[in-house]
């Protein structure tokens, strides 16, 4: 028997390639702007029990790294020169004995700003004269340039050694507060 090699070649096809996938926003152009980071390094003791209250940045700190934000120490409030969406975290520190309660919040032109706002009490199996950190994140609609971003605390009894505090630890600036503000949109 001899050996046989067929080959067989049938027609070649026509190429099929899939459609292509939906195309996004490719992001910002342009510089990172309607920014802004800033802090304060003082303790502030609340005047009044169970009342919010601003609390009292310092114009220097309080616009550390910031562009399209600015910040008025007689209103206290920071004020944006453009309208979006914008992701707003505050960290704080406080001091609190046994038992008591310090309570956080941003406010919008007066109003409560709603999830912004976080408390801490400590428990009765603390020691006194406790030192607590914590922070809060929310989204903010900015609907005009007039409005004003402020930060406020409130605490469950005054006196010295009670509200926020400057940070502990060795590091060269322990904020009592820092804030950070980034456009979204």
């Given at each position: 028997m ?6 067989v ?5 026509p190429?099929c390639t899939?459609?292509?996938g ?5 992001g910002?152009?342009?510089a990172?702007t309607?920014?802004?980071?800033g802090?304060?390094t003082?303790d ?5 029990t169970?009342?919010f209250?601003?609390i009292?940045i310092?114009?220097v700190a ?8 600015t910040f ?7 004020s944006?020169t453009a309208?979006?969406?914008?992701l707003v975290?505050?960290?704080?520190v ?9 309570s956080f919040?941003?406010?919008l ?9 976080v408390?801490v ?6 020691a006194e004269?406790?030192i ?6 929310f ?6 340039t ?9 605490t469950?009894?005054?006196g010295a050694?009670?509200?926020?505090v400057?940070?502990?630890?060795i590091a ?6 820092s804030v950070?503000?980034t456009?979204l949109?």
């Amino acid at each position: 028997m001899t050996n046989v090699r067929w080959l067989v070649k049938g027609a070649t096809g026509p190429k099929c390639t899939g459609a292509t996938g939906v195309t996004g926003a490719i992001g910002r152009s342009g510089a990172f702007t309607q920014n802004c980071f800033g802090y304060w390094t003082g303790d502030q003791t609340p005047a009044l029990t169970d009342t919010f209250e601003n609390i009292l940045i310092d114009a220097v700190a309080a616009t550390a790294q910031c562009s399209g934000w600015t910040f008025s120490e007689i209103t206290r409030a920071y004020s944006p020169t453009a309208t979006g969406l914008y992701l707003v975290t505050y960290d704080v520190v406080v001091q609190l004995d046994e038992g008591e309660v310090a309570s956080f919040r941003a406010t919008l032109n007066g109003a409560e700003v709603v999830g912004s706002g976080v408390g801490v009490q400590v428990s009765t199996d603390d020691a006194e004269e406790v030192i607590q950190e914590v922070s809060r994140s929310f989204i903010l609609e900015i609907t005009a340039t007039s409005q004003l971003l402020r930060f406020q605390v409130g605490t469950s009894s005054i006196g010295a050694g009670r509200g926020l505090v400057a940070g502990t630890g060795i590091a060269t600036v322990s904020p009592s507060i820092s804030v950070t503000i980034t456009r979204l949109t």
